[in-house]
T-cell receptor, first 112, second 114 residues
Framework: QQQVKQSPQSLIVQKGGISIINCAYE??????FPWYQQFPGKGPALLIA?????SEKKEGRFTISFNKSAKQFSLHIMDSQPGDSATYFC???????????FGKGTTLSVSS | DTEVTQTPKHLVMGMTNKKSLKCEQH?????MYWYKQKAKKPPELMFV???????INESVPSRFSPECPNSSLLNLHLHALQPEDSALYLC?????????????FGSGTQLSVL
């Protein structure tokens, strides 16, 4: 069974602070590592993704850092805002490369 | 149009009922998915259709029956469900083949089985 280990389970950050969520994976068919963001009552939406030809990718306040040798990638949210309060899922492709398998999720609360 | 539309948004059904969930996309995607999500849990893959053919069934009980009538539509037929089947059912679509990385999700159908 494909394993994707995500931590922490929940996170409380002050407005303006940095939120960091980590993900570790076993094997995957494709080197593509996305983070999805889900608000209550909505489906997940792709936030940012990385391919390991680079070790870091930044889009606005969101950055993915990737460590291929450790099989880990992380999401950093700079200047966290109350509107960032949501559940975040990392994902990797299954070994057949046919579908995404999600981590258990991290519930982020940004206090104002 | 980058939307995946799911209907109904909410559904309450008894254990003897038959109902269907519907999903539609007009992005030209040839891969479509059903995921099941319990509260405070990640989405769990149920079925994958690629070019309107069922390519993955993640050992889902036969009381769930998927159907892909054409490249834009995906249905999930429900029959004789159990209370533990209550969950958010998410439809997603993507490009098929080597471009399938980015999934577009609908907002889901919140299903309650009484």
């Amino acid at each position: 069974q494909q394993q994707v280990k995500q931590s922490p389970q929940s996170l409380i950050v002050q407005k303006g602070g940095i939120s960091i969520i980590n993900c570790a994976y076993e094997n995957t068919a494709f080197d593509y590592f996305p983070w999805y963001q889900q608000f209550p009552g909505k489906g997940p939406a792709l936030l940012i993704a990385i391919r390991p030809d680079v070790s870091e990718k930044k889009e606005g306040r969101f950055t993915i850092s990737f460590n291929k040798s450790a099989k880990q990638f992380s999401l950093h949210i700079m200047d966290s805002q109350p509107g960032d309060s949501a559940t975040y899922f990392c994902a990797v492709f299954n070994q057949a490369g046919t579908a995404l398998i999600f981590g258990k999720g991290t519930t982020l609360s940004v206090s104002s | 149009d980058t939307e995946v539309t799911q209907t109904p948004k909410h559904l309450v059904m008894g254990m003897t009922n038959k109902k269907s969930l519907k999903c539609e996309q007009h992005m030209g995607h040839r891969a479509m998915y059903w995921y099941k999500q319990k509260a405070k849990k990640p989405p769990e893959l149920m079925f994958v259709y690629s070019y309107e053919k069922l390519s993955i069934n993640e050992s889902v009980p036969s009381r769930f029956s998927p159907e892909c009538p054409n490249s834009s539509l995906l249905n999930l037929h429900l029959h004789a469900l159990q209370p533990e089947d209550s969950a958010l059912y998410l439809c997603a679509s993507s490009q098929a083949g080597t471009q399938r990385e980015k999934l577009f999700f609908g907002s889901g159908t919140q299903l309650s089985v009484l």
